[in-house]
């Protein structure tokens, strides 16, 4: 068990810019969350997927934000024309079909900083 | 609908002292409720959970929690703080497989 990884781990950028994250959940995870973190503030939900599926989307999530999970293995997030306003820790975490298990696994986070 | 109140978000305590770091829930389903740990720079680690079996709740490094419906709380408490205690903590309501709640966690200092 490898844990949750995400790539990269720092990015910085300039306004307008696009920037792509992955994350690689655990391997035998079939559910994958993303959340936002801002300082100083606890994470806010964005979105997750059960495989492939996306199941549910925040309000957070604007149209310049899209998630994909093709293979229902790693995901991607994508964020389009980036803002200041979306300099934050974006976080990804697994948890498992069985719903005995009731417990998200959080990878190290993508930091984002937009200039 | 769900939400998660933490009280004091700064908490600074003596090595060896009495942690208690407050939690208050609101939910109209019965609760799962989850306490996290953040280091600077990391990922978030699960320190305990509870899940409707036993309202005392013991998870890693010494921590437990207890849930009382009556007063809609989960504080998080450690009998003697240690410096390596000093971190973010999170308290989150939600069900593991679906979206969690998080508060705005309370940040814990040990001095010696």
């Known amino acids: 068990d490898t844990g949750v990884s995400q790539d990269p781990r720092h990015k910085i950028t300039k306004r307008g810019q696009n920037v792509t994250f992955r994350c690689d959940p655990i391997s035998e995870h079939n559910r994958l969350y993303w959340y936002r973190q801002t300082l100083g503030q606890g994470p806010e939900f964005l979105t997750y997927?059960?495989?492939?599926?996306?199941?549910?989307k925040s309000r957070l999530l604007s149209d310049r934000f899209s998630a994909e999970r093709p293979k229902g293995s790693f995901s991607t997030l994508e964020i389009q024309r980036t803002e200041q306003g979306d300099s934050a820790m974006y976080l990804c975490a697994s948890s498992s079909q069985d719903r005995s298990q009731e417990t998200q696994y959080f990878g190290p986070g993508t930091r984002l900083l937009v200039l | 609908a769900q939400s998660v109140t933490q009280l004091g978000s700064h908490v600074s305590v003596s090595e060896g002292a009495l942690v208690l770091l407050r939690c208050n829930y609101s939910s109209s389903v019965p609760p799962y409720l989850f306490w996290y740990v953040q280091y600077p720079n990391q990922g978030l680690q699960l320190l305990l959970k509870y899940t409707s079996a036993a309202t005392l709740v013991k998870g890693i490094n010494g921590f437990e929690a207890e849930f009382k419906k009556s007063e809609t709380s989960f504080h998080l408490t450690k009998p003697s703080a240690h410096m390596s205690d000093a971190a973010e903590y999170f308290c989150a309501v939600g069900r593991g497989y679906n979206k969690l709640i998080f508060g705005a966690g309370t940040r814990l200092a040990v001095h010696p």
């Open positions: 997927f059960q495989n492939e599926a996306q199941l549910e």
